[in-house]
């Protein structure tokens, strides 16, 4: 391996502000995106300015936050499986106490099980403060496990990660049983201002994501998700903030919900898998330590704090995007027309903000 | 919009040489991966220090390739779209011309519809040149959906993009029908390398890779899914050579198939989607010019035949991370020591290549 | 195994008539369902009722028809695999003939095949006539892959059935590539019918299958399926006409739309797994031939036209009841009455229509 | 509707005995089988021969049961859905006096919930004695739905059932979270066993286990499923014991598991929804009084004993056909071959056992 100190270099810019309230912070505020992807940021720009628009803003609630880490376990036979699981439960708060022993920020919130045959997978979710907690909960399964081992009878070892947690897949675990933050964004926009900026109507947009988002993803066999391009926000997010970014797969499994109220667009984002920290890997690079300032997630608050208002940054974020695109495919032409204009013009259109 | 020239600087190494043969390239290469875990270079490095006693290296076979962009289309009834979609079938000549009248690269090689109701899901497929061809997608199904709201009667306008395609979303249908490039690689490893460098059996890994990956992934729900890390090794690959990383999502749907032959370990990894190209959004970057050219894939070749190139290049990287991690998971606490090791001492391993 | 001439008599009633049009049937028929849940009767019932209050009944567009039987092989490694797969394309031809040497009525329409390491899945699709084919297309399959192990080199036997068909699994591949009868269905309801008879309103029925079929079956972690019974309807008109009732398991996999389109409901259930025949395995029992007898689908036809007709009536069977559950869940409370009252009185509800 | 006393006569069998161990019964026992598809019995019984030649017989755990319905409810926004979910929460005492107030046999075990927008998923999980439970879960849904409009601010009525229960589709959620009977099946066959009876060895039945049900499923997009035809045994045993067969659809997604042990063959299904009762609807047909009573099922017992029962036999009988099918499938020609020739003699061979 060699060149150690390059790197790649991966255009960012700021776009904003963002008007956010919720039970997680009431700030406006510009965010970082990284990407190569230019249309990206006026895109992401039209949906802030259209927040500040609203009184409230757009309203995000988180509604839960854990990390996980599954681990595989063989048993003599299934009967042996059912005992051992049996005796997870029965011990939480032993195995709590090990994590807790383990770790200044890591506290066992819940252990979920499922036999398969012989095997035991056994999913162990955790708080993690304001780690995205990945290698956390990695060192915590991992005494949980060697505890396991050696204390419950007819059991040995198959894997300290077992594909139930489930990190960077898509799969349903994770939406139905909770991993990273769970953020749900929600946005009125007044029939006006969805006139004039949107250009499109509210039922307009209403149809188009049952017809696109859930019917069209539905066909194509996709598994939790019905939204436009969340991957996209996430991606760019998640690189100017030092983010494992490989965590967007999972992360862009969300729902968008967009209804016709009168003429107003109600318009929401529901994200349930957003893993982002403000403290661990990639978060001490000086662009990532300024860039977190700047968004004011590394403050003195309890732990958790910092990580939780990065993700509801995060959430608004992602229905900025997905507003704006969905608005644009409304309409017949608009979006090539923007993507040549925006490609060759981006640095202007972010001046008119 | 501000901060115009600011970029978020992704640590970037090069690991390597990986050996590669196949249909595509015969080579020894370097491969250069962006990414804030670091754990992953000498991941990966293990794994290509393997493919180099292998007297074949990696072998990677590219299957298909083609980009995508559905379309949707409103019909006054099911029976009037089945009708537009016959016509679709019946025109495929001309729509092709059309494409080709359109665009220097880009091919139209197949159109596949599926009707809900009224509505009709048109998706466009098409060879792109050395182009990933997101962009020259959506321009030609511009034109192709233009012409077809023209011509063919009782339809209208729904939306440009109809996630029938599927764009940065995990669903079944690029797997089945196909989208990106289509690479399985297979690496088959000696009974002794594989006990002195992954410290292992075949059996071990082939047995770890039915109950994690297969079994595993099935029980969370995972959508045409089998892997431990793909989306590691591809993020990291995608930033460093200026592709779109959100495409990840799709990319990291593939299947890692292990088997114990004799003692020695055949690995392989199905990778469907791989979404790369050597020209276009990203690029142009003086980072990303060198390393195409150090992978040699800005050389003067027939249009497609670099990108063939760099998907082949990708696919073989994926494999060593994959075997890496696989193998050290099958033993108790590797994981876990070598995460906090490498962490540490990451410079050190890499220079032991 | 003993008793031999027993048999397990499942309640069956005959409801309707329901109005059917469109490009296979144009009729007035009752339809038999059997199940041991009573309240399926008056539910269906009350579809079938509204089907004859709109001047075009329900509109059925036949999309397509084909059975299919996937067969596995194992190549000496992918590149060898991808020659077979080259081979088996470059042969269509060939294929086709053998197919039809060995049945009068089996004919090959086409051939997928997918390869995941060294592994070929190739999927055959046949046309056969009144069949629902289950035995037509292993037949056809097992000839096929007899050949190609003669004659294309590097490939061994794996399975003569690879799970790639799919048969009697939820899958998405049925869906995207086709299998069974491909039925539409579409009904539009006046708005004081909605009023009257179904006590709710358009605008209610359509929000609640976007909450209830597309979000909730989302959420659940559903592959390709939005509707709220179409397994109950399916089941009980695979018993009462002979059919391989297993195939309810894909054959539920379908979706319902449902629009507010000025004060009427535009409500259609479109099945794309619809798997029936009117010869073959049950259908001569002499209750079914009855049955089949009474629907018009034993008549002398062209071969295929019988199965077409019996797949238009099952679809349209399962858009009446589940038109009549969902317009039954707009109201709190409806279903519950129903279900007790219904349950102690379906015979007299019967005797009302 | 008419011909109120017409039944649906399928053909039906008694197969085995099966020899059943576990946590549930010891038992032999003959299964009866109602199917139109003949050549099921002969594949069944040679499985029900084999489970006699080991020791232990098939050994089934019952790992869980918990019937489900869950209801939807609309909230003012996210933020009071988040509160709403609290307080169910926070009330579960409650809410389960009042489930306990309204039925002798239904009892609250768990509340699950989740947020989507402004949309709150509930899903009630009941145990339900000897009743498979769809009514009672329903019965039991509707008082908690009306206690919580009733007393909980800020939310209103959508729908009693949400498809995130899930009842007679294919998703993830059952699985996960559970809903029905989880019953766990192992059978070892002995290697001459295999050998004779089988005719093939355990490396090729795991071999194809891996191949077929697991990649193969997966390919074909399957969602936590991976198996052969379980499907199939479950509606000729839901039929005959009138069973609500349309949750075959759930029921039959189960995990196959098959180990070469040495030679022996290691062979378990999985199966985490079966949905099975002794009592309500279809149970008070003669015939089905008559087989539930052959199987022991309608004996004396503490309330839920009797299902469980039921449910174990259930699960014994899928191993029985699975292990039959897979080991014919192994050999090229010999499925084929069987079908034909037991379609002719399924009396015949039947005789023999």
Known sequence: MT????????????????????NVA???????????????????????????????????????????????????????ALAAARQVDARFGKLREIVRAGSR??????????????????????????????????LAADLLLSHLLDTVPGIAYCSISANYCTDKKATAINGILGRGKNVVTELTVPRDVVHDRLHTTAARIAELNVRKNLIGTLLAGGIRSANAHYANMLLGFYLATGQDAANIVEGSQGVTVAEDRDGDLYFSCTIPNLIVGTVGNGKGLPFVETNLTRLG??????????????????????????????????????????????????????QES
């Not at 060149?3 to 919720?22: C, F, K, N, Q, S």
């Not at 927040?51 to 376990?73: C, F, K, N, Q, Y």
């Open 297 to 350: 997630c590394r403050a003195e608050r309890e732990p958790g704090e910092n990580a939780r208002r990065l993700a509801v940054i995060a959430a608004a974020t992602v229905l900025c995007g997905e507003l704006s695109l969905l608005a644009a495919q409304t309409n017949p032409g608009e979006l090539m027309r923007a993507h040549v204009h925006l490609e060759r013009t981006a640095e202007k259109i972010g």
């Open 105 to 138: 920020f890591a506290d066992l919130v819940a252990v979920r099980h499922e036999i398969t045959a012989n095997l035991l997978y056994l999913r162990f979710e955790f708080t993690t403060g304001d780690a995205s907690g990945h290698n956390m909960a990695t």
């Open 26 to 80: 009431n700030i406006e505020t510009e965010v970082p995106l990284a990407t190569y992807e230019s249309p990206l940021w006026p895109s992401v720009q039209r949906g802030a300015r259209i927040s500040r628009m609203a009184p409230e803003g757009i309203a995000t609630t988180l509604v839960d936050e854990r990390m996980t880490r599954s681990v595989l376990v063989e048993a003599v036979d299934a009967r042996t």
């Open 3 to 22: 060149d150690e100190h390059a790197t790649a270099g991966v255009p960012m810019r700021w776009v904003g502000p963002l008007r956010i309230t919720g």
